[in-house]
Structure formats: structure tokens, C-alpha cells
């Protein structure tokens, strides 16, 4: 009995450590710059497992000078028509974590809006991950 605990104890801790060292995280980066509206070509191959974006951006004037107001831009992961996962953040200058949830396994691209008056530009970068 003591030895049969054991390795079945030893399968327990060896199928746990596989496990973690095939369990691969997905993360991939991009950058924008938005007067207006911006739709990405970079193509991000996810899986059916949650999903966020963790971005920084500020907000400039057509100078590229840092603007002291502050715009509120959109950030969607677009899959499709009816597949598409919008989050709202301000472009400060902080990094925020902004979730989509758990999304259906394909190829997504991330389309970017400026939705506030102020500034000129969005700019900023981050990385979707899995």
C-alpha cells in the first residue's frame, strides 16, 4: 500500500509539472498612432480562452507636444461583423488591463478609435494575451 501511494503520489506531481511546462502563454505586441479611427492589419491568432489587452497610451497635440487634456480612445478586438469585443479606456499615459473575456478560437485584429475631442493624436502600445 505504501508503495503504490507513492507512485501514484510521484504520477500526481509528475502529470502537475507537464502540465505546467505545455501550458504556453500567448502574447503578442503592436503600436498605434490615431487621429481618427485606426483598423489594424496585425493578426492575432487566439485561442478559445480568455483574453485582455494590456496598452498604454497618451494623448498628443498635431506637434507631437504632449496634450494636457486627456482623450478617451476604443480598443476592439474585431473577429468579424458580429464577433467583436470593444473595451474604452483614457489615453493618460498609465498602463491599464482592459478584458475581452473569453473569445472563440481564430484570427482577430485590433481596430483602434479616438472617441474624445481633445488632442490631435492617440498614440501608444501594448500586447494581447491569452
Known sequence: ???????????????????????????????????????GTTVFSLQNLSTNTQVSADTYQASYALNSTKSQYQITLYKSYLQQYPQ?????????????????????TLNITKSGAEGFYVIGSGSVNQ
Open 1 to 39: 500500500m505504501k508503495m503504490r501511494t507513492k507512485i501514484l503520489g510521484t504520477a500526481v506531481i509528475s502529470s502537475l509539472l507537464l502540465g505546467a511546462v505545455s501550458a504556453s502563454a500567448y502574447s503578442k505586441s503592436y503600436t498605434f498612432e490615431v487621429h481618427a479611427s485606426l483598423y
Open 88 to 108: 474604452y479606456s483614457t489615453a493618460n499615459g498609465t498602463t491599464s488591463t482592459l478584458g475581452f473575456g473569453v473569445v472563440p478560437a481564430g484570427d482577430y
